[in-house]
């Protein structure tokens, strides 16, 4: 719970802190290097657990790890002046409130919902996939979250190129490439999978806030925290309906004969296959906001 509610504040203040102190493409470039180091941070992370697990150090001493960067932080932070909101209304409750009724938030609510369960929800048979095609589970977790890392590195020059909406619908689309050979494939394709999962989930949590922080600007902090927690929320509350699948897929392999890890990756890439619906109507959502946004940018290229 404790970890929870640090990473909640971590999200809560950094993410508008980051929106406010920078502009346009800027600001997409820092959100996206901010969120580079959540899976950046577990891709060396899981390097050094298993280092340390091999020398034979306890996991109650490798989390006292996590010290070392709190106080790296908190030295960083100290006497830091914090930026002010860019938009006036922003910095208001009565202001935020009014731009999160509009239709626009309400779609990247729902958006969000989405993306966050198509990224956290396959990771739990993910890493079963690839262990079966001989890697071991913490160089998995530094495969997936190096890349989304690397990944993440360059979501500046990625917006510059093909604009938030864009990467959106390209992140959905080489999501769902990724799910589809994970539900189809083991062996040595599982990793090319990994690679097209990891880049397809990369972009979607720092791009999503982006997007907001930049078209609903009166949002303000309220709302990218609205943002963040509904992308939690919505993954936690959606793990009992993934539950349902996993145990109807565990009876049918079951029922064919299946035990063991067999039993549970042929069920994996069933619920996998399942989960493919997610990314699908995200393909649908931001191809319908990639062509809103267009629009809408080519109407006040013509008025200006």
């Known amino acids: 719970m404790l970890i929870g509610l640090g990473n909640g504040c971590t999200e809560a203040a950094c ?9 346009g493409t800027r600001m997409s470039k820092m959100l996206n290097r ?3 180091w959540f899976p950046g941070g577990i891709a060396i992370g899981s390097l050094l657990s298993g280092l340390m697990t091999n020398m034979g150090i306890l996991g109650q001493s490798q989390v006292w790890l996590l010290l070392i960067p709190a106080v790296i932080y908190a030295f960083l932070f100290f006497g830091q002046d914090w930026p002010k909101a860019k938009v006036e209304e922003a910095a208001t409750l009565s202001g935020n409130l009014k ?14 919902a989405l993306t966050a369960i198509t990224e956290f929800s396959p990771n739990q048979w993910v890493g079963l996939i690839l262990a079966k095609s001989g890697a ?18 360059f979501g500046g020059d990625m917006v510059k190129q093909f604009d938030q909406t864009g990467v959106l619908l390209g992140s959905a689309v080489l999501a769902t490439i990724g799910l589809y050979l994970f539900s189809s494939q083991t062996g040595t394709m599982a990793y090319v ?4 999962f990891a880049l397809g989930i990369a972009y979607f949590s720092p791009n999503m806030l982006g997007f907001v922080a930049d078209k609903i600007p009166k949002s303000g902090a309220l709302g990218l925290s609205i943002v963040g927690a509904v992308g939690m929320f919505s993954s936690s509350i959606f793990q009992p309906i993934i539950g349902g699948w996993i145990d109807a897929d565990q009876k049918m392999a079951a029922e064919q004969g299946l035990m063991g890890d067999e039993l549970e990756m042929v069920a994996g890439q069933a619920t996998i296959g399942t989960m493919m619906m997610f990314p699908i109507i995200l393909i649908v959502l931001f191809t319908l906001l990639y062509f809103r946004m267009k629009g809408k940018k080519s109407k006040e290229v013509a008025t200006a």
């Open 15 to 23: 993410n508008p802190m980051i929106a406010d102190a920078y502009q």
């Open 34 to 36: 901010f969120h580079m």
């Open 99 to 112: 731009a999160m009724l509009t239709p626009l938030f309400i779609f990247m609510i729902i958006c969000m």
């Open 136 to 153: 071991h589970p913490m160089l998995i977790l530094a495969l997936t979250s190096g890349l989304m890392a690397i990944a993440r590195y």
């Open 193 to 196: 999978a990994a690679i097209f």
